[in-house]
């Protein structure tokens, strides 16, 4: 027998379903809630239910977006010659965080991944090549994670973005971000995989 | 600028309120929200908004309740005899769940904390003084929590309590959950504070 109340309960079932969240954490969630003012509760459940009806996906990058264009497109300051592409919406919100790009991006919402049954069609990969062959980009930045699932769709859109600029006169550059040791890093605790890189990618001073 | 829409900051900034949620863990359960199907979203949001509605206290125990009495006071299997003193219903969950305590529970919905301003007053005290009154309970178990605020907590309950059930013929005891090692740790790792309620509560084998 459950000494939580049936609606307790429910709260609860709901709140496990958050990533990271197990049984105690969603317990304490719920316990949260409730011992606060309804107007705090009603603010969380409205903007919960807000997400799901107003944002949708940018029409040219897939950045979230209230409105047809995300606010990164819409800014007449960046510059659209130059394309990142990210594996998903967080990735922009992290770079935009750095502060030092200012050109645009191209979402993926995804990476190839096999096991999961994604492939290149499952990714916004073709709506990126349409954006490419409209002309007007110098330089695509393939901004992917760098585990397995990222490098490998690096490694395919390097592959299909090279054959579709080839044939234009102002060929695309296809650049992908540097992997190597993270900054304020030590190096004895970068592991194997980073060090060689970090060694392959080392440039001159 | 905010690379988000107005309305995942909206919902980033409401899970930011939840206890250990930061900026960063409220935008992974924003972003897990958004890519959900509306069914999960919206079952969440009428979660929250129910237990608002619905979850009140118990008007004998004050444990959590959807109706007038809580499950536990409603089970007629129960000894009545023996009171759990806990300081929340959270506190219920843990006793209930060991699975070997058979008594019913009064909740005091806090702990003496001179600090933040709470003293016997706010806290369900007359209300369990009422219910020793009323006759029929042969034990009280104080079981606050073991931190500065518990402890002070049961030290001003026992000194009320025994002032209260003197005069009657029949004494109601007052007890303490032990304090001690907790079951599985090496005493090395027990603080002081632990090591000498340990040896104060030794027991003849």
Not at 44 to 50: N, R
């Amino acid at each position: 027998m459950s000494v939580l109340t049936a609606s307790m309960e429910g709260l609860v079932n709901a709140l496990k379903k958050l990533p990271g969240v197990g049984p105690r954490t969603a317990e304490r969630f719920a316990f949260y809630l409730l011992t606060q003012p309804a107007s705090i509760a009603q603010e969380m459940a409205q903007a919960i239910l807000k997400i799901k009806q107003t944002v949708g996906f940018c029409k040219t990058c897939f950045n979230l977006a209230d409105e047809d264009h995300c606010t990164v497109c819409r800014d007449p300051g960046r510059d659209k010659s130059v394309v990142c592409v990210v594996e998903h919406p967080r990735g922009i919100i992290a770079i935009e965080k750095s502060g030092g790009y200012k050109g645009v991006y191209h979402v993926l919402l995804g990476a190839l991944s096999p096991l999961d049954a994604i492939g290149p069609k499952d990714l916004k990969i073709q709506e990126l090549k349409e954006r490419i062959k409209q002309g007007g980009i110098k330089e695509v930045i393939l901004a992917t994670d760098s585990d397995l699932e990222g490098e490998a769709t690096s490694l395919y859109l390097g592959k299909e973005l090279r054959a579709l600029s080839a044939p234009a006169s102002a060929p695309v550059q296809i650049t992908r971000l540097a992997a190597g040791i993270p900054m304020g890093s030590a190096i004895e605790y970068a592991d194997q995989v980073t060090l060689i890189r970090a060694m392959e990618g080392r440039r001159a001073l």
